[in-house]
């Protein structure tokens, strides 16, 4: 039983943060959930729930086709994995340029077309990509190479969205406002100094949500399962924004 009852569903990044939250909320909601992350460490704890786990770096290419055939049919591929820069067009470096690329945006286009052949042949399957509010939708102050790899990764949704509409496979993305995870922690450590104090640079994020708060990865994930399960059967190619408000 369960909203997502019989579904397998791969994820990436499912060490912490949004990642892990969905793969404990699919998991809740019934579904065979295949939890991968760089860091094998983090996913082993799922495994205590009931959640396989896999070692997957989503930059190697050879490791994401092994892990697409080690993981089986894949009903949802929940592809999360992705990092945020703190920069502006004059201090991103080409070397941050190519990473952010590669993680943001060429891995989620290896994982898809790594699953996507199995769910063609089955025909169904619900890819939900992880995008931002931050992207095409809305620019923010030195997020200069995470936003522009955000807007590709809306992109590249609506592309498979539009390859497969005929043939089973829904595809569409999240574009979250700010959430409490580990590594937002981390940027705010980063921009302490900058304002002043670990508070202030908390207070700066918190200010951005017409709400007064910052999301919850659980609330993220709730999403997630929506976009996942046959209870958003009709919704493809669409970036979904869940950000407190911070657009209106
Ligand atoms: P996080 O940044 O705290 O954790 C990221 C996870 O990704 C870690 O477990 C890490 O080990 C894993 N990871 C990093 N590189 C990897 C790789 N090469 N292969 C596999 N796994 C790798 O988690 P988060 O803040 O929930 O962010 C997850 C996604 O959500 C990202 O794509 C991020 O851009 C997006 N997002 C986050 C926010 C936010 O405010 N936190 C807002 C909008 C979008």
Redesign the pocket.
Known sequence: TGRLAGKRCFV??A?????RAAALAMAAEGATVIAT???AH?VGGLGARGITHLP????DDAAVERAAKEAGPIDVLFN?????HQNTILTCTDEEWDFGFA??VRAMWKVARAVLPGMLDRGRGSVVN?S?ACSSVKGAPNRFLYGTTKAAVIGLTKSIATEYVARGIRCNCLC?G??E????HERIAANAAAAGSVEAAQAAFVARQAMGRLAT?EEIAALVVYLAGDESAFVTGQAIVIDGGWTL
């Open positions: 990436t990044a060490g912490q943060g949004i990642g992350d760089r860091d983090k997957l770096d989503v930059l999360c994995a992705g990092f945020v993680l943001n992880m931002s979250p700010t959430v995870t580990p590594s937002l990865a």
